[in-house]
């Protein structure tokens, strides 16, 4: 049985059904608290660099040539080896749950992850 990768923003309370929580932004969220955010995992570096990250600012407009820029740079080793971590860690959950900030749940790096942490468990 494989797992099944799915996306949360920090906002919405968590469930049982998450599985393993993995906050996936450089930032913490504002006004929630650790206890709130209830997480497995806080995993700042598969997040965007902080240039690309101001650069993109969830402009829809720049969402193609954000998702090939940030697909670069998760193809860099520190990043590879990150997203092994959090598949590792997260073995035993039959979900993981990509945890983000942003308003927006069309254009930000959890959509772009899911499909990479996808591809890596099918492996």
Known sequence: MSQQVLLKRAYEKPAKSDGFRVLVDRLWPRGISKVKLRLDLWQKAVAPST??????????????DFRKRYHAELRHAANRRAIDETIDAAKNADVITLVYGAK???????????????RRLQR
């Open 51 to 64: 240039e690309l990250r101001t650069w993109f600012d969830h402009d829809p407009a720049k969402w193609s």
């Open 104 to 118: 927006d749940s069309e254009h930000n790096e959890a959509v772009v992850l899911r499909g990479v942490f996808s």
